[in-house]
């Protein structure tokens, strides 16, 4: 399976932004689709993930009311609707991929099989 993250870019505070991750190959109706992230200077830490079958969606504490993730499984594509973006949101954002993740560890890097190759998100105050 290849993940393609895009939408990354410069922008304000305060502003919305959409990412976008497609895959090829593989089935993508069987996988749990999670976004993760790594600011400058820190660990990758994980932002949201979407469950197979169910579409069930998990978020972070920092990004939750703010961020929506969501799936489009007739185009293999992963979303994450970014709102009210503040600086400490500046971040590579990496899309991942797991088949039938277990519901307890959709926030654990190392259960994902499949990583995007990240795209870059700047938000200035």
């Known amino acids: 399976v290849q993940l393609q993250a895009s939408g990354g870019g410069l922008m304000h505070a305060g502003a919305s932004r959409r990412l976008s991750c497609i895959a090829s190959?593989?089935?993508?109706?069987?996988?749990?689709l999670a976004w993760f992230r790594q600011a400058p200077g820190k660990d990758r830490e994980f932002a949201a993930a979407?469950?197979?079958?169910?579409?069930?969606?998990y978020y972070s504490d920092s990004v939750k009311g703010r961020f929506t993730i969501s799936r489009d499984n007739a185009k293999n594509t992963v979303y994450l609707q970014m709102d009210s973006l503040q600086p400490e949101d500046t971040a590579v954002y990496y899309c991942?991929?797991?088949?039938?993740?277990?519901?307890?560890?959709?926030?654990?890097?190392?259960?994902?099989?499949?990583w995007g190759q990240g795209t870059m998100v700047t938000v200035s105050s």
């Open positions: 991942a991929a797991a088949s039938f993740l277990h519901d307890d560890y959709y926030h654990i890097e190392r259960y994902y099989h499949f």
């Open positions: 190959g593989g089935a993508f109706n069987s996988y749990t």
């Open positions: 979407i469950r197979y079958g169910t579409s069930r969606t």
